[in-house]
C-alpha cells in the first residue's frame, strides 16, 4: 500500500522525463543505510534508531496521495522521510538522509568521511554523469529515485536515498 505512494512518486518522475527506464529503480529498492531501507515500516524504524526524535507535522500532498512527515533523530544525524495512506496510521520509509556524527554506510561501504573516489569507484556502473557534480554531488540511478552522496573537500558530506524530485 505505501509503496504505491512511493512508486507514485516515483511515476510522476517518469511522466516528466519518459527516458527513465525502470531498472533506473532498481537501486532504490535495493539499497541500504545501515539496516534501513526504503518502505520499512515505523514500528522497525523505531527499533534501529535509538536517538531523541522529533517528528514534523503529517501533511497530506494531492501530487502523491499521500501523508508525509519528516522524522529527525537528534544526535544522530538521520533524518527519513514517513509516508502513510491515512493520517495518523501505520507509515513507512520514504527516503533516509543521514550526515554528521552518523556512522552507518551502505551496502557498499560508503559512510560519512569516505572519499569521493571510493564512492566513484564503489558506484560506477550506477553514475548517473547527467545529474552528478564532479567535487558537490553522486548520484547513483537518478533524482527521481536513487542515492545521492554530497561532498565537502573531497569527502562524503551527506548521503540521501530516495526521491528527490517529482
Not at 112 to 119: D, M, T
Amino acid at each position: 500500500m505505501i509503496k504505491q505512494g512511493i512508486f507514485c512518486i516515483m511515476l510522476l518522475g517518469l511522466l516528466s522525463k519518459p527516458s527513465f527506464s525502470a531498472d533506473e529503480f532498481a537501486l532504490l529498492e535495493s539499497e541500504r543505510i545501515g539496516s534501513l531501507r526504503i518502505g520499512l515500516s515505523d514500528t522497525e524504524v523505531k527499533k534501529i534508531i535509538r536517538c531523541p526524535l522529533k517528528q514534523g507535522a503529517e501533511q497530506f500532498w494531492a501530487a502523491d496521495g499521500v501523508y508525509h512527515q519528516e522524522w529527525r533523530f537528534t544526535g544522530c544525524g538521520i533524518t527519513v522521510g514517513m509516508v502513510s495512506e491515512k493520517k495518523n496510521s501505520a507509515q513507512s520509509i520514504s527516503y533516509i538522509s543521514i550526515n554528521r556524527p552518523n556512522t552507518l554506510k551502505t551496502l557498499r561501504g560508503i559512510g560519512i568521511g569516505s572519499p569521493e573516489e571510493e564512492v566513484i569507484k564503489s558506484y560506477r556502473t550506477d553514475w548517473n554523469r547527467e545529474e552528478s557534480q564532479v567535487s558537490k554531488s553522486f548520484v547513483a540511478g537518478s533524482l527521481y529515485g536513487g542515492l545521492i552522496f554530497g561532498f565537502n573537500k573531497g569527502k562524503v558530506s551527506s548521503i540521501f536515498l530516495g526521491a528527490a524530485a517529482e
